[in-house]
């Protein structure tokens, strides 16, 4: 008992209290946009899934602590070939949803192993780092790093999940900006990928991925066709006002003019129910989450738990913006969830799982 108590003692409540409330909040929404969901009455089978998960989830952040992540170094590349191969894998015998082969069927849940992916790679990168970012005056950490990224990425564009990949460059080109790429190469890389996006916007997107650019840059264009989507998250989120219409009871999420108001846009039903207040509210919890990041990041006594606590800080951060930027027509949209409140079972599990590594980065630190 003793041990127990001393186990719980060295929890960052912050980091776990945070996270679950933004969970919380998530299911809350859910359930007020299941009230209308049904053709005839309540649908309230997406909120039990969710909720299941949320508590499974819930279960792995308080586990996975008792485990030191520092192990996870010896073996980051079988973690690094394993996310190979569950892409490879999706990708062979994976379901299609909405033109995206990512998913795979199981006791009739979509599990999407991306979601695992981008934790894996992170745990990858970590290490990569951790073992040459010291050397600042060569091209290896970068070019090794962008190889490993690079193969990863074009697995996740075949599927194709242009959100997704474009998380995965985001965490790898903040964990390559904070090793301390020096200036010269940085410039070099960013003339790179210039090149790289004309040449992806002439040969590669497919005409609905141009599509979701040309509605960020004119939403007002074609209103009921390319810019439908954006045009009614500002409109759900102009009605929520200071306290909102109250959960079940926002026009805009109940008669489904807000599309994909559980996942993609939930930024929108959270605003459009429960108000600017409800939006603070959130903000505030992510930024205890971020918060208690630096304070972990500030504390880290090797390279590897730097990285590793910067990389898992970076890929919540990124989708949390890439979500909310396009919610409110700053970024175009891309399909990318809002951590922890988005509905989606795969996405809950990954980002506990991450909470939890937090946690035994907190629980060593403070032992």
């Known amino acids: 008992m ?3 108590t001393s186990y719980f003692r060295r929890f960052d409540w912050l980091v ?4 679950a409330l933004l969970a919380v909040l998530g299911l809350a929404v859910l359930y007020g946009t299941s009230l209308g969901s049904g053709e005839t009455a309540v649908d309230l089978r997406l909120f039990w899934r969710q909720f299941w998960f949320v508590a499974v989830g819930l279960s792995v952040s308080v586990i996975v602590p008792a485990v030191d992540y520092r192990l996870m170094t010896g073996v980051a590349k079988a973690m690094y070939v394993a996310a190979g191969i569950l892409l490879v894998a ?5 379901n299609t949803v909405r033109g995206t082969t990512g998913w795979f069927g199981l006791f009739g849940f979509g599990i999407q192993p991306v979601e695992l992916v981008k934790f894996l790679l992170i745990v990858f990168l970590a290490k990569y780092f951790a073992d040459y970012a010291r050397d600042r005056s060569a091209w290896r950490p970068i070019v090794g790093s962008g190889l490993a990224f690079a193969a990863i990425f074009l697995l996740v564009i075949m ?3 242009m959100g997704s ?14 090793s301390g790429i020096r200036r010269a190469h940085l410039l070099a890389l960013i003339g790179i990928f210039a090149a790289c996006g ?4 002439m040969f590669v997107l497919a005409p609905y991925q141009k599509d979701r650019f040309t509605a960020f840059l ?7 066709g390319k810019g439908y989507n954006v045009t009614q998250s500002m409109i759900a989120i102009g009605s929520g006002g200071l306290f909102g219409k109250g959960l079940g009871y926002g026009s805009q999420s109940q008669l489904r003019f807000l599309p994909e108001r559980q996942t993609d846009f939930i930024f929108a039903s959270v605003a459009e129910e429960m108000g600017m207040l409800g939006v603070v509210f959130m903000l505030g919890l992510f930024g205890t989450l971020f918060y208690r ?4 990041s500030v504390g880290a006594r090797d390279d590897f738990t730097l990285f590793l606590v910067l990389g898992i800080s970076a890929s919540l951060a990124a989708e949390l913006v890439i979500n909310i930027g396009g919610a409110v027509r700053l970024l175009p949209l891309t399909g990318v969830t809002l951590p922890f409140v988005s509905y989606g079972g795969s996405s809950v599990l990954a980002k506990f799982l991450m909470v939890g590594v937090l946690q035994s980065v907190a629980v060593r630190q403070r032992g």
């Open 165 to 178: 990949a474009l998380l995965l460059f985001a965490v790898w080109a903040a964990m390559l900006v904070m």
């Open 293 to 296: 990041c630096y304070r972990l």
């Open 2 to 4: 003793a041990n127990l």
């Open 159 to 161: 599927q194709p999940d």
């Open 218 to 224: 004119d939403p007002s264009f074609e209103p009921q």
């Open 16 to 19: 776990f209290g945070s996270s």
């Open 198 to 201: 004309a040449i992806a916007w």
């Open 90 to 94: 999706v990708l062979a015998f994976g």
